[in-house]
């Protein structure tokens, strides 16, 4: 992959950052943080286009919906309300609520191709829903108990996997409702706890509890490599994400203590097919609070730049030229 540097880099004044999502169609980022602001910025100009105060349910996490006026968002984590909205950037009004969930939504996903949309919640449930209606279209409930809940669609938006149980991923197909495919990871006494899709669509990355990273054949399920959370010398991968051209898998570790004073957090590049290290980034990160959020990074849809959301500080990196 090519060689990454810090671009812009955006400090919250209070509070924490909880999410970050770009558009699909055009240039435009949100960020979300724990004051109950959304934030809309210009990618290109890296000028903000407009702030939005979501005092009453806050706004933990935001996605764009594809007509990119409008994001669905969820609530604070400490509040009793769990409903998810979708939320009208233009006037900055709440279109529809879409209740069901009992406990705190911890992902939201939206289908790249329609209006449907997924979220998986500690209540032990991951649900279906379409933007056009408030009812939802499925609910997925774990048996044992003991995982907490994932789900995403795949880039073609046809179908989409589900985490309900310990190392198991199943896939549904979108159209039936029904699933086609049930594959474990075996044997492995680690839970899972998130996957992500490349954005070819040929590979699955697969997170664990326990800090590694197994990539697989999204269609066969056959490992292809395997990055394990012991080859860094930090603590456990916290977040990953894909690079634009599907060839290198981004891993972004959780922040150290003697990092929050300047230096930030640590995020390892390695490539997909071999799991060869490639790269190292060092993360700027402002720690302004008592409590942390997980690190998260995501590549852009379309373009060779990877952001990383750190406590109160989000960041981009560009290719060093």
């Not at 669905?72 to 609520?97: E, M």
Request: proline residues 4%; glycine residues 6%.
């Amino acid at each position: 992959m090519q060689e990454l540097k810090a671009g812009f880099v955006y400090t919250a004044e209070s509070g924490l950052l909880t999410s970050m999502d770009y558009s699909e169609s055009n240039d435009l980022f949100v960020f979300t943080n724990s004051d109950g602001i959304l934030k809309l910025y210009d990618l290109n100009s890296v000028e903000e286009k407009k702030e939005l105060h979501c005092k009453l349910y806050g706004c933990h996490i935001a996605r764009f919906t594809r007509s990119n006026d409008a994001v669905i968002s969820s609530s604070f984590p400490r509040g009793h309300d769990h409903a998810i909205r979708l939320h009208c950037l233009h006037n900055n009004a709440y279109l529809r609520f879409f209740k069901g969930h009992t406990d705190t939504v911890l992902s939201l996903d939206m289908c790249k191709t329609g209006d449907e949309f997924l979220s998986s919640s500690k209540d032990g449930t991951v649900r279906l829903w379409d933007l056009r209606t408030e009812r939802g279209l499925g609910c997925l409930r774990s048996q044992t108990g003991q995982s907490v809940p994932f789900a995403a669609f795949d880039p073609t938006g046809l179908v989409f996997s589900a985490v309900t149980d310990d190392g198991q991923i199943t896939t549904y197909d979108l159209r039936k409702l029904a699933p086609f495919s049930v594959n474990k990871l075996r044997p492995d006494p680690a839970h899972i706890r998130n996957f992500s899709f490349s954005p070819d669509g040929k590979y699955l990355a697969v997170l664990l509890t326990d800090g590694r990273v197994v990539i697989l054949d999204s269609i066969q399920f056959i490992p292809i490599s395997t990055i394990c959370g012991d080859d860094t010398p930090y603590k456990q991968i916290a977040s990953i994400s894909f690079s634009v051209d599907s060839m290198s898998i981004l891993c972004l570790t959780h922040l150290l203590e003697k990092e929050c004073n300047g230096a930030g957090a640590t995020c390892y590049v390695f490539s997909v097919k071999t799991g060869k290290h490639e790269q190292t980034l060092v993360i700027p990160a402002q720690h302004i609070s008592s409590v942390s959020t997980l690190p998260s990074v995501a590549f852009h849809p379309h373009r060779f730049l990877a952001s990383f959301l750190v406590e109160s500080t989000l960041s981009f990196f560009i290719p060093f030229h």
